[in-house]
Every structure is written in structure tokens, then in C-alpha cells.
């Protein structure tokens, strides 16, 4: 089993940045491609992006390519969600989830192990 912990989040207003990290322990972190979800007051969950289990490739929605960047160090036990020019529709609970398949998917239901979330709420 995988305990993951998210940090992080808070207020920031237009155009800012944040970075959330999500802690790991457990099992081998490394043995797990890591997800970050987000859901907003009234709305399903929904996939930010993933990275595999080696770091060396990642997959982001469309809503958020070119502005957020998914990372992760194995050594540290640690995945990470770099967020720049933040929206106000970027305003949700953020998740990181762990799974234990072998690629990267987008699919919530195919990833066993969830943090409890860190609120993100950005301020036009």
C-alpha cells in the first residue's frame, strides 16, 4: 500500500504560481505511475496529468499543457505539479494518485492510491 500526501496549495492570484508536492510512503514510489486530478465545487474529477514510473515521460489534459509541468524524484519519494499562469479556472481540490500500471492513464478509476487533496484557488 501507498500513502501519498499532498502540500502546497493556497491562494494566489491571476497569472501567479505554485508548485504542489506529493509526499509518498509505503511501497516503492518508484513502482507506481503518478496522476494528479482536480475537482471544482460542483464538478466531476477530472485528469491534469501524469507521469510514468521512471519520470521519463508524461501526459497532460489539454487545459493545462504548456502551463503545468509534472515531475518527480524517485530518490525523495516525491512527485511534484509545477502550476504557472494560473487561471481562475484553474480553482479546485488537487489530488495526486497513484497506479500500478506499467503506462500512463488517465483514467481515476485505474489508480488505487489517493492523497486527500490541497485546495488551489486562484483569484481573478
Known amino acids: 500500500q501507498v500513502q501519498l500526501e499532498e502540500s502546497g496549495g493556497g491562494l494566489v492570484q491571476a497569472g501567479g504560481s505554485l508548485r504542489l508536492s506529493c509526499a509518498a510512503s509505503?511501497?516503492?514510489?518508484?513502482?507506481?505511475?503518478l496522476g494528479w486530478f482536480r475537482q471544482a465545487p460542483g464538478k466531476e474529477r477530472e485528469f491534469v496529468g501524469s507521469?510514468?514510473?521512471?519520470?521519463?515521460?508524461?501526459y497532460y489534459a489539454a487545459s493545462v499543457k504548456g502551463r503545468f509541468t509534472i515531475s518527480r524524484d524517485n530518490a525523495k519519494n516525491t512527485g511534484y505539479l509545477q502550476m504557472n499562469s494560473l487561471k481562475p479556472e484553474d480553482t479546485a481540490v488537487y489530488y495526486c494518485?497513484?497506479?500500478?500500471?506499467?503506462?500512463?492513464?488517465?483514467?481515476?478509476?485505474?489508480?488505487?492510491?489517493w492523497g486527500q487533496g490541497t485546495q488551489v484557488t486562484v483569484s481573478s
Open positions: 507521469i510514468a514510473r521512471s519520470g521519463d515521460s508524461t
Open positions: 509505503g511501497r516503492t514510489f518508484s513502482r507506481y505511475t
Open positions: 494518485a497513484a497506479s500500478p500500471m506499467g503506462v500512463i492513464t488517465t483514467t481515476a478509476r485505474r489508480y488505487d492510491y
